[in-house]
């Protein structure tokens, strides 16, 4: 197991070719992809042919950067996904933060764990200026996330995705999320999104 960090109570590993049916577990749950897609069902052909070798992808051409499958310690079971990666048109030292959860995993601050060690990480060891992060307006479970790391709201906005459009609340948009090294550093020193138990 290629193992990418370790926080107090997840690992974040490389994907495989063996996870396409723990991802077509996640995507086919309506709750997960309220506001993604409106719930579609998902399509386990499209995970094996684009999803999966997308992810595997990015480990060769971005070192340190791609999709991290995220395992609970206690129990060895998947929990979801985080991302943390350049979006196309995005400089390499601007990567976009984004995970994805089962709903066993809500409400336990498994995103904020993962995302901070990821904020971490990037700002120590990986060369990282300024990360970002998105969701859609009505979202509030992943704004409060981003705003417990210490990331500020930068704009909002609207962009035509069609699976979003299925989505509710689509109609109010986009919010991008923020932070500079600059600004994490000052909020680390302070201890205030500090990751429980970061290895």
Request: proline letters at 7%.
């Amino acid at each position: 197991m290629h193992v990418f960090l370790e926080t107090e109570r997840l690992i974040l590993r490389r994907f495989t070719e063996n996870d396409a049916d723990a991802l077509f577990e996640l995507y086919d749950d309506p709750a997960v992809m309220k506001y993604l897609n409106g719930g579609q069902p998902a399509d386990r052909s499209e995970i094996v042919t684009l999803d999966l070798p997308a992810f595997l992808g990015y480990y060769e051409r971005f070192p340190g950067y791609g999709f991290w499958a995220a395992i609970e310690k206690s129990t060895g079971d998947f929990l979801g996904w985080f991302h943390f990666r350049p979006r196309p048109d995005d400089p390499p030292d601007e990567p976009e933060l984004g995970y994805r959860l089962h709903r066993k995993a809500w409400g336990k601050g498994y995103g904020t764990e993962g995302s901070a060690a990821l904020l971490a990480k990037g700002f120590t060891e990986l060369g990282v200026r300024r990360v970002t992060a998105s969701t859609m307006v009505v979202n509030q479970r992943s704004r409060r996330v981003m705003e417990k790391l210490g990331m500020k709201l930068v704009r909002t906005y609207f962009e035509e995705f069609p699976e979003h459009e299925r989505a509710p609340g689509s109609e109010h948009g986009e919010v991008e999320y923020g932070i500079t090294r600059a600004e994490w550093l000052v909020s680390a020193a302070s201890g205030a999104h500090e990751p429980p138990g970061q290895r």
